[in-house]
């Protein structure tokens, strides 16, 4: 939440480069407040256990968020009960005509497949353009900064010679992002796909600054000047288990995986699991819903994809 500090405060412009979000007092006495609306398109296979990893992060705020969620087709999950999907989850035919503040779009085990082999393909490109006008900030995760680039920045994904996956040291580049508030100049974040988009690539696009990068797996932040596309490459909302949960799973499966890095104790998946990304995940969530959210949406819900703010804060 804000500080409210007097008008014309000499501190105020010192806090805003340093990220604080105040406001003055003259602002304060005309500021309406309302309920943040985030749509979720939850894109992964077990969708009750992502829900949960997302709806942990967002509830970590004062901000009051009322959730949506939405499928991509009608097609019957495997992995989810068809009654929590009745009950639960709107088609895009049934929200195109609303408005949102946030939007988060998960990944989805497709990594592997070019996008026109993807059979939902044509549906998801139709919801990224709608987002542009519709949505105030986008986050994508995982595979949906893949697809995200492809369609809306004509940037490829590269496919990796074998899967990355583990929990990796990332360098912060840009300290003075919105988004990396508080963040520690290293910080670790897992990871878990099988191609990634070049960071050169990214590098290049006037419109996207990379926030945070990895040695090993590339660039993890990226995020558009305006503050309206937030890309995550990694998988910061897993919970301790996930990463052993997939290794199990493609084990029990006869695939022979890699056993994650930097995850278990020793590297010995038969030791427990090191968690080394939990509180920056928590504050990549709220930064995003604070910054990129809750200080860019325009009061009127109307006036969303019409009006476009800008972060408030020198970016260096």
């Not at 056993?259 to 709220?286: C, M, N, R």
């Not at 930064?287 to 703010?309: C, H, K, M, S």
Request: with cysteine; charged share 25%; net charge negative.
């Amino acid at each position: 939440m804000p500080i409210k500090i007097p008008d014309a405060l000499p501190a105020s412009m010192i806090l805003k480069k340093e990220n604080i979000f105040c406001i003055e007092s003259s602002e304060a006495e005309i500021q309406d407040i309302r309920e943040l609306r985030i749509l979720i398109l939850n894109l992964m296979p077990k969708k009750i256990e992502t829900e949960i990893h997302l709806l942990r992060m967002l509830s970590n705020t004062p901000l009051q968020v009322q959730i949506e969620l939405m499928r991509i087709d009608d097609r019957p999950s495997k992995n989810t009960p068809n009654d929590h999907m009745l009950s639960f989850y709107k088609s895009f035919d049934d929200i195109a005509h609303k408005k949102y503040d946030g939007m988060i779009i998960t990944g989805a085990p497709l990594g592997q497949l070019p996008f026109d082999q993807v059979h939902f393909w044509p549906q998801l490109a139709r919801i990224l353009d709608w987002t542009e006008h519709h949505v105030t900030s986008t986050m994508f995760l995982c595979w949906a900064v893949q697809a995200a680039m492809y369609h809306l920045y004509d940037i490829d994904k590269k496919l990796l010679p074998e899967k990355l996956t583990g929990v990796y040291p990332h360098k912060l580049v840009r300290p003075h992002s919105p988004i990396a508030r508080g963040f520690d100049d290293f910080f670790q974040a897992p990871h878990s796909r099988y191609a990634e988009v070049p960071a050169e690539s990214v590098a290049a696009h006037s419109d996207l600054e990379i926030i945070a990068e990895s040695q090993t797996a590339g660039a993890d932040l990226v995020a558009h000047r305006s503050g309206k596309h937030l890309f995550v490459t990694g998988h910061s909302e897993y919970e301790p288990d996930s990463l052993k949960n997939e290794y199990l799973r493609d084990k029990a499966a006869g695939l022979s995986p890699k056993i994650p890095e930097h995850y278990f104790l020793d590297d010995d998946p038969e030791q427990p699991v090191l968690v080394t990304w939990k509180s920056h995940g928590a504050l990549l969530f709220a930064n995003w819903l604070n910054y990129y959210v809750y200080q860019l949406t325009p009061f009127d819900e109307d006036a969303i994809g019409r009006v476009r703010q800008t972060p408030d804060i020198e970016v260096v």
